[in-house]
């Protein structure tokens, strides 16, 4: 039976992308590497079969807003902002 979308699948890259927010609070530049979680966490939903790519996609792409919503430091939205940009509409 597929399921709408991949909630385990969607969780672990979302930590990485948080990951990536408190080293760039502490200073560090993270933005190639946010763009490779982002290249990976896409090509991890084309692949899956028990649930549609796009509709983790756009799961995935939802909860990085959510979260650029209530971020409360400068830097946690602008790495936010980057893996949204970074992050395609459709696969």
Do not use: W
């Not at 890259?13 to 190639?32: D, F, Q, R, T």
């Not at 763009?35 to 899956?48: G, H, Q, Y």
């Not at 028990?50 to 209530?70: D, Q, W, Y």
């Not at 946690?76 to 970074?86: F, G, M, R, T, V």
Request: net charge negative; hydrophobic share 35%; glycine share 4%.
């Amino acid at each position: 039976m597929n399921q709408e979308h991949e909630e385990g699948l969607i969780d672990r890259y979302l930590s990485k992308i948080n990951s990536l927010c408190v080293k760039a609070i502490e200073g560090e530049e993270v933005k190639p590497q946010v763009e490779a979680v982002v290249k990976e966490a896409c090509e991890d939903f084309a692949t899956v079969v028990t649930s549609p790519a796009n509709a983790n996609l756009r799961t995935f792409r939802g909860r990085l807003k959510i979260k650029l919503e209530s971020a409360s430091q400068t830097e946690e939205s602008d790495i936010l902002k980057h893996a949204i940009s970074c992050c395609p509409e459709k696969i």
